[in-house]
């Protein structure tokens, strides 16, 4: 089984890469995060891969990242969801803010992702929410969750890094303050409050 590609970026085209390892050009669909992040074409490249076969077809997927590797597989493990589908949502949606909406269960900002539909968010927040949010509890993920991607103002921007140093991960800190807010005037008031919600 493949794991990764390690050679030349020798073309990239619509959604496509084309990378050329030891004489061969291997074709992978990507996203716009990956394409983005690419060097020049004619420079060196390593894309991580997962090779997607099905009754009539054969076709490879590449990734900048390995996070962004075990997101698509984690989407591609839902069924509806095939590899098209999860490229198109990878390209919808840094990483990093994609962890975040699943997490904290933001169904209208994923149903904004070209070809998701309210449905299929509904369908990803609930059968990846407590996956992502055990890996970032347990330290498996190395992606970042931006607290400030879901417009929060900058007090319970603030209140939530507060509780990130107390220890708590990013989906109890989110929800304690969450739930603290509507009784808090100042930061020492929200933080006070979502702590008694813990």
């Known amino acids: 089984m493949l794991a990764y590609l390690k050679g030349t970026l020798a073309s990239v085209r619509d959604g496509i890469v084309v990378v050329e390892v030891g004489g061969i050009g291997y ?3 990507t ?27 054969v076709s490879l997927a590449g990734f900048y990242s390995s996070e962004e590797k075990e997101m698509f597989l984690k989407l591609t493990s839902i069924s509806g969801i095939g590899p098209k589908a999860a490229m198109s949502i990878l390209s919808g949606m840094e990483l990093s803010q994609l962890a975040l909406a699943i997490v904290t269960e933001n169904v209208k900002g994923l ?14 927040v609930l059968e990846l929410r407590e ?5 970032e509890c347990d330290g498996e993920t190395e992606v970042e969750v ?10 319970a921007i603030d209140a939530i890094s507060a ?20 009784y808090s005037t100042t930061l020492e008031q929200l933080i006070a409050n979502a702590l008694k919600n813990i």
């Open 111 to 124: 149903a904004k992702i070209k070809g998701v539909g309210k449905k299929t968010a509904e369908r990803i």
């Open 163 to 182: 509780l990130r140093t107390l220890g708590l991960t990013q989906q109890e800190a989110h929800k304690a303050v969450m739930q603290a807010k509507p």
């Open 31 to 57: 996203s716009l995060t990956t394409i983005g992040k690419l060097p020049p074409v004619g420079q060196a490249v390593k894309l991580y891969v997962k090779m997607n076969v099905r009754e009539d077809d």
């Open 146 to 155: 931006p607290i400030s991607a879901v417009g929060l103002d900058k007090t």
């Open 27 to 29: 074709e992978c669909m």
């Open 131 to 135: 996956k992502i949010a055990a890996e």
